[in-house]
Every structure is written in C-alpha cells, then in structure tokens.
C-alpha cells in the first residue's frame, strides 16, 4: 500500500519560489509516472505536472516555464520546485501516480499573496 505525505507549502509573495516534497510509504520505484495535482478553493483538483520513470516530464500549460518536477526513487521521494508564483498557483497540492490511482495525501497548501 502507497501512500503519500506532501510538504513544503507555505505563504509566499507573488514571483517567490517554494519547492514541494512529496515523500511516498512503500516504493514508488514501480509506479512508471508520478504527478503533482491541485486543488483551489470550490474548483476541482487538476494535474500540474508529471515524470515518467525515464526522467521525461510533462506540465499544465499554466506551469510551462516556472516549474519543474523531479523525483528521487532511491529516497522514494517526488518534488515540485516553483518559481515565479502567482496569486493563480494559490491551491493544495497533493502528488499521486499520473493517473490518481493511489489514496490521497492531506496535501500541503500553497498560498500565494502580497
């Protein structure tokens, strides 16, 4: 059984930076694509970005350019760096399989506000 524990959101001012860990139980080494996701007040979650197990990435048009996601498998750890924050990116963040297929984390909050 996988599960997840994301941490390193906080409160930052517009065009600052935070980097997000997302530390799994159980080895992720196995599950070939992992992504951050996020959920804003009264709106739906939504992918963010994702890596596949050969290093290759994908990211939501919204995050091209600021953010960068990486994963160490031997700490079984996934990581979100985000630069450039705007008051939009304001959201739980919660990381899970590219596919959702894990239970959900508590997720960490990020807000973004001057």
């Known amino acids: 059984q996988v599960q997840f524990v994301e941490s390193g959101g906080g409160l930052v001012q517009p065009g600052g930076s935070l980097r997000l860990s997302c530390a799994a139980t159980?080895?992720?080494?196995?599950?070939?694509?992992m992504g951050w996701f996020r959920q804003a007040p009264g709106k739906q979650r939504n992918f963010v970005a994702a890596?596949?197990?050969?290093?290759?990435?994908d990211y939501a048009d919204s995050v091209k350019g600021r953010f960068t996601v990486s994963r160490d498998s031997a700490k079984n750890t996934l990581y979100l760096q985000m630069n450039s924050l705007k008051p939009e990116d304001t959201a739980i963040y919660y990381c899970?399989?590219?596919?959702?297929?894990?239970?959900w984390g508590q997720g960490t909050q990020v807000t973004v506000s001057s």
């Open positions: 159980g080895s992720i080494f196995s599950i070939s694509s």
């Open positions: 890596i596949l197990s050969g290093g290759s990435t």
């Open positions: 899970n399989s590219r596919l959702g297929s894990y239970k």
